[in-house]
């Protein structure tokens, strides 16, 4: 006879839960990490870097661009003063449009990157044109008042 208790139910001999014989339980690391996973198993990848094994991620700034570009030329026609985002969005735009154009395999938005800098790129002429005509109607106002 053994000298175990029979109402003790611990196996004799402890099992590792590494070993190829026995798998581990459902929901423990194979590897025998205590800590539970991360992130239900998923590595951590910070917003905007390339995740491996998916597709293109469109890129963070192409949304920016083409809602400044919106808000500055359709705020810009109400008002006037939304039209100084207008080279914002060109510029935006513009740096997104060439970093896409530098890694295609890691972003995409070309098309929303490239309508917020043409929408930049009209306000900024509207904001240009609106400059103009005002220093021109000072410019009136001056010699009119001196003549």
């Not at 900024?124 to 003549?147: E, N, P, Y």
Request: aromatic residues 6%; negative net charge.
């Amino acid at each position: 006879m053994t000298d175990r208790d029979p109402d003790d139910t611990t196996p004799s001999s402890p099992s590792s839960p590494s070993s190829p014989s026995t798998p581990p339980p459902y929901g423990q690391d194979p590897h025998g990490s205590p800590y539970p996973p991360q992130g239900y198993g998923q590595p951590y990848y910070p917003q905007g870097q390339h995740v491996p094994g998916q597709g293109p991620t469109i890129h963070p700034q192409a949304n920016t661009a083409l809602v400044l570009g919106i808000v500055s030329l359709a705020g810009g026609m109400l008002c006037g003063l939304p039209l100084l985002a207008g080279p914002f969005a060109w510029y935006t735009g513009r740096k997104v449009k060439r970093e896409i154009e530098a890694a295609p395999q890691h972003y995409t938005g070309g098309s929303e990157a490239g309508a917020g800098m043409v929408l930049g790129i009209v306000s900024t002429v509207l904001l240009a044109l609106g400059l103009l005509a005002g220093v021109l109607l000072v410019g009136l106002l001056v010699i009119g008042a001196s003549a």
